[in-house]
């Protein structure tokens, strides 16, 4: 388990440096962190426990019990306050979204941030394409189209004009 969560939490991590302009707080990284220090210390419990199994230790098996309920305690925390401001993060990532898509002229960091973002994802846009008609480089390219990261995979002449929606 300390090993599953040590994958989840480095991946967290290396994942957050492709999206970093789209999470201007720092903190986002916060839970991933917490999830390589729990593993930590999941891996130190379980020691903890096997070494108490194997002496037969009355005493090493009550304190692995207590820890273990403490942890349970602390991840039923950790849900509840996660389902509570599940909105809140949202709002604040659609914002912050926002903004750089706003920001996009083509040639800048947070426009290649927005194509990959928008190729990895299959998606365009915050919502959907038609956000793109508010942002400064929609109306600045003359022929209002969105950006050819937009087009789906397979559509082979996408020009990511708006005429032709079912290629976005």
């Known amino acids: 388990a300390a090993a599953g969560l040590s994958y989840v939490g480095a991946y967290v991590i290396n994942t957050y440096k ?6 201007q707080d720092r903190y986002a990284l916060l839970p991933a962190v ?4 729990v593993a ?9 426990g096997c070494c108490a199994t194997f002496r037969e230790s009355r005493v090493g098996l009550g304190l692995f019990l207590a820890i273990i309920l403490v942890i349970f305690i602390a991840e039923v925390s950790a849900f509840v306050l996660g389902f509570v401001y599940r909105e809140k993060v949202k709002t604040d990532v659609q914002g912050t979204m926002v903004s750089v898509f706003e920001k996009y002229d083509g040639k800048n960091p947070e426009s290649t941030v927005v194509d990959y973002l928008q190729e990895q994802l299959h998606c365009c846009g915050v ?4 956000d793109w008609t508010t942002t ?9 189209s969105v950006p050819q ?5 397979d559509a082979k002449n996408c020009t990511g004009l708006l005429d032709q929606p079912q290629e976005l």
């Open 18 to 23: 492709s999206y970093d302009n789209f999470l």
């Open 34 to 37: 917490i999830i390589v220090c």
């Open 40 to 48: 930590v210390v999941m891996f130190a419990i379980g020691l903890i």
């Open 127 to 130: 919502k959907n394409y038609s």
């Open 136 to 144: 400064q480089w929609f109306n600045s390219t003359g022929n209002h």
């Open 149 to 153: 990261s937009c087009c789906q995979q």
